[in-house]
C-alpha cells in the first residue's frame, strides 16, 4: 500500500489478499465448508461500501471522493 497525499491506497486490496490467501489454506486443509463461509465473508465484507444505506451513513467520505473525481477533470 501507499500513502499519498494523507490517504493510504491499496490497503483494502493488501488485506483481501492475505484474507483470501487464508481461505485458499483452509480449502488446502480440507476444510471446504469453512473454506466457503469464509470467501462469502470476504465477499461481503468488501461489498459492504457499495450499499446505498452504508452509504447515507458516510456522506462525508462520498462527498470527498466526487471531489476528488472533479479535481481530475480540471
Do not use: M, N
Not at 490467501?21 to 465484507?45: D, E, N, R, T
Request: charged fraction near 25%.
Amino acid at each position: 500500500f501507499q500513502r499519498e497525499q494523507g490517504v493510504v491506497l491499496g490497503l483494502t486490496t493488501a488485506a483481501s489478499v492475505w484474507a483470501i490467501a487464508a481461505v485458499g489454506v483452509l480449502a488446502g486443509s480440507g476444510a471446504y465448508v469453512a473454506s466457503i463461509i469464509g470467501a462469502a465473508l470476504v465477499v461481503f465484507i468488501l461489498e459492504l461500501d457499495r450499499l446505498p444505506l452504508l452509504r447515507r451513513v458516510a456522506p462525508r467520505k462520498i462527498r470527498d471522493e466526487q471531489r476528488g473525481e472533479e479535481d481530475e477533470d480540471d
